[in-house]
């Protein structure tokens, strides 16, 4: 009997690409939000025990930071509530979850030379984090087998987000004002997905050997290091050198914006608290799994050149 995938949030960043790259891995079943609520419990215990999977790959979550603020219960619903009933129904049959969490879980406090590591103390300043976290727990209390994933910064080609933000937002304007006093690694979405096939790879092979899946808690994110400002500059710049580089540059318009102009946190205040930074040791993942992350600009350039070559 093949291994059975299932799969939520499915047309998420992350989880859009998961359903290319478990396929070969798996019978891989994907459910996308109209599927599959998590805010509707009953129907997640319900999914679960239905499709019985081998594996539960939990791409689905609340990831509006600022909304959060003012729909705690709703954020604590999907991003903690609703993995622990996840994880609750695969205890029984000790079949194993891939969770994703947030470097948001951590308070940012450390020096930026300094990355974070899975042991240190957990410490959310806003909402978001404060439930990823509390999603984690449960998931460990449930006594499933689990692999959670903390990444940060995550963006794509698809969908709202950091990349697509700037690139319309330069369309419009001669100039972008971004944050430069935060600090993290840009990581792709299709760059998650990729890691996370390799890591599920491991598992099946260390699970055969053994009967038994490995457990842990791992970092997960590109290497390297950028500020807000940093990162809306990078986009620019690569976007205009694929431009000039095309045999008819004029098929990709030349954006408005020549320049990112520096501000504070206290400049652009948001109703969630940011961590000053966000940047995640990778060792344990890269030893347990032997999973090396590109560095950040090494993705964006990809994802880049995937986005208008597409």
């Not at 390799?198 to 050997?209: D, G, T, V």
Request: contains cysteine.
């Amino acid at each position: 009997m093949s291994l059975r995938v299932l799969l939520t949030g499915a047309n998420g960043q992350v989880g859009w690409h998961l359903r290319r790259t478990l396929g070969p891995l798996a019978e891989v079943t994907s459910l996308t939000r109209e599927e599959l609520d998590l805010a509707e419990l009953d129907r997640v215990t319900e999914a679960v025990r239905d499709f019985a999977p081998d594996i539960l790959v939990n791409a689905a979550a609340y990831t509006a930071v600022d909304k959060a603020e003012s729909e705690p219960e709703l954020a604590r619903m999907i991003n903690a509530t609703a993995p622990a009933r996840m994880a609750r129904e695969l205890a029984h049959r000790r079949c194993l979850l891939v969770h994703y969490s947030t470097d948001y879980v951590f308070d940012g406090s450390k020096p930026v030379d300094k990355p974070y590591e899975e042991v240190d103390p957990a410490a959310p300043r806003n909402v978001y984090g404060q439930t990823k976290l509390e999603g984690e727990r449960l998931i460990v209390e449930s006594g499933c087998p689990y692999i959670i994933l903390r990444t940060s910064w995550v963006y794509d080609i698809r969908g709202k987000n950091f990349l697509r933000t700037v690139l319309r937002l330069a369309a419009e304007r001669e100039e972008l004002r971004m944050v430069t006093d935060q600090f993290g690694a840009p990581t792709w979405a299709r760059s998650i997905a990729e890691a996370t096939a390799i890591i599920l790879a491991r598992c099946l092979a260390h699970s055969s050997r053994t009967a038994k899946w490995p457990t842990g808690l791992f970092h997960l994110t590109a290497t390297g290091q950028t500020t807000w400002a940093g990162f809306a500059n990078a986009i620019l710049e690569e976007y205009e050198s694929l431009r000039v580089s095309m045999a008819t540059p004029e098929e990709l318009p030349p954006l408005k914006a020549k320049k990112v102009v520096p501000i504070t946190t206290a400049e652009f205040p948001t109703p969630a608290r940011r961590p000053r930074s966000s940047m995640l040791s990778h060792g344990q993942v890269a030893h347990a799994f032997g999973v090396l992350m590109p560095d950040w600009r090494e993705q964006l350039h990809l994802a880049i050149e995937d986005m208008v070559c597409r």
